[in-house]
């Protein structure tokens, strides 16, 4: 509850029946389902799999993204969003082609001079705004493949950043299925004490440096992470925080100040939550000195724990600033991050409905031929709520009671 005794996402009761309609649509098709649209619509996704019902579906043609992801085999939920208006449609957008899926790969910063979003001197408008084909049309190669366990993936290009420095760039990917053991040590739980249905994956993302120097001066560049998921009026992302460290606990008015009744920062257990209605476009983020390895968000409706977890160095890094402007400090910037949608302008239409939960690498500044790697797990849990609990509070600090009263 927040200070007023309402809980997240109250207000927005009016326009709940339209939500539950779009949230009804995504979520009409089960895991087998998405595999089978894609299919038919020539994306092709390539299945990771294992006995005990774990699915994952990537595909090379949208740059390696995983898709979607289940614990329950063919005909269990389907973890991730998938845009099928827009795959639908086979016609490709300007800024964006939000196709969807759990896990992709980006670049930061999205914003600020070395920025590869905006072209060289552009004001940060919407309109000049354009994601990278190499993260939004482009397909990637497959280089490699382990069965049903593993596959690893690779592409390069060249531009530009904002400030009209030329970057030569090569990416890789690998996404591996884990197994319960691998899950298990991922949370710090034994789940053979456990009822739950679990899948999990690590994608590990490595950016290389195929042209010139990279410098303070220059530009550093950093891996960015997101995963897409469906939203609900039921759903709540919750992100732990250090409690005792300095500086502001989140960073809220990337577009616009957040509203009360949409997050609420509990400083006694140190936990942020954040409406995941897919019904108001806002974002949110972390420092540094404030982020814990763990993010992640519960599902009331269906029941469904989401956990991720990311590197995090120990000892300070910077990290690139992504807001879009100009800033004077362009290495503090977030290391996670979480994001709902909304309609993003007047005049504008949602890109979702969705949520995201994000991390990003420290700042890169990399000599020719140096690399960084940043990996990204991705957990979904399903079961009695005290098995779930066990989880919550070994990952995110906080029990199920907890992020949904």
Not at 169 to 178: A, D, F, P, Y
Request: with cysteine.
């Amino acid at each position: 509850m927040n200070s007023a005794g309402k809980a997240l996402c109250v207000p927005l009761l009016a326009g709940i029946s339209t939500i539950l309609t779009g949230c009804a649509t995504m979520q009409e098709k089960n895991f087998f389902e998405d595999v089978t649209f894609l299919r038919d619509h020539g994306v092709q996704p390539v299945i990771l799999k294992n006995a005990a019902g774990a699915r994952v579906a990537l595909t090379p043609l949208y740059q390696g993204r995983v898709m979607t992801s289940t614990m329950d085999g063919e005909s269990g939920y389907s973890c991730g969003w998938i845009n099928y208006k827009r795959i639908e449609s086979g016609k490709q957008t300007p800024h964006i082609n939000a196709y969807g899926g759990e896990d992709r790969f980006w670049l930061g910063p999205e914003g600020g001079p070395f920025s590869l979003y905006f072209a060289k001197g552009a004001d940060y408008t919407f309109d000049n705004w354009q994601v990278p084909p190499v993260f939004d049309t482009l397909p990637w190669n497959v280089t490699d493949r382990d069965g049903d366990r593993e596959v690893s993936l690779a592409a390069e290009f060249e531009q530009e950043t904002r400030n009209g420095t030329a970057r030569k760039i090569r990416l890789e990917r690998k996404v591996t299925l884990l197994s319960e053991e691998e899950i298990a040590k991922s949370v710090g739980v034994d789940l053979k004490e456990c009822s739950l249905k679990a899948v999990g994956y690590t994608t590990a993302n490595r950016l290389i440096n195929r042209g010139s120097d990279w410098t303070r001066e220059n530009g550093g560049l950093s891996i960015w992470m997101l995963g897409m998921f469906k939203p609900s009026p039921k759903t709540t992302i919750v992100v732990p925080f250090e409690k005792n460290a300095e500086g502001p606990v989140v960073k809220d008015d990337y577009f616009g100040k957040i509203s009360p009744d949409r997050l609420r920062v509990d400083p006694e257990k140190g936990v942020i939550y954040f409406c995941a209605d897919g019904d108001s476009r806002g974002k949110i983020g972390l420092s540094k000195n404030r982020a814990k390895p763990f993010l992640g968000s519960y599902d009331a409706e269906h029941g469904i724990l989401t956990i991720v977890r990311y590197t995090l160095p120990e000892g300070d890094a910077d990290y690139v600033n992504a807001a879009w402007e100009d800033s004077k400090e362009p290495y503090k910037g977030d290391v996670v991050n979480a994001y709902n949608d909304g309609i993003p302008g007047p005049g504008l239409e949602k890109m979702g409905p969705f949520y995201e939960l994000e991390s990003s690498s420290p700042a890169a500044f990399l000599k020719t031929g140096e690399s960084i790697l940043h990996e990204h797990t991705t957990l979904h849990f399903t079961g009695a709520t005290e098995d779930l609990d066990k989880i919550a509070l070994k990952t995110l600090g906080v029990t199920i009671a907890e992020i949904t009263k």
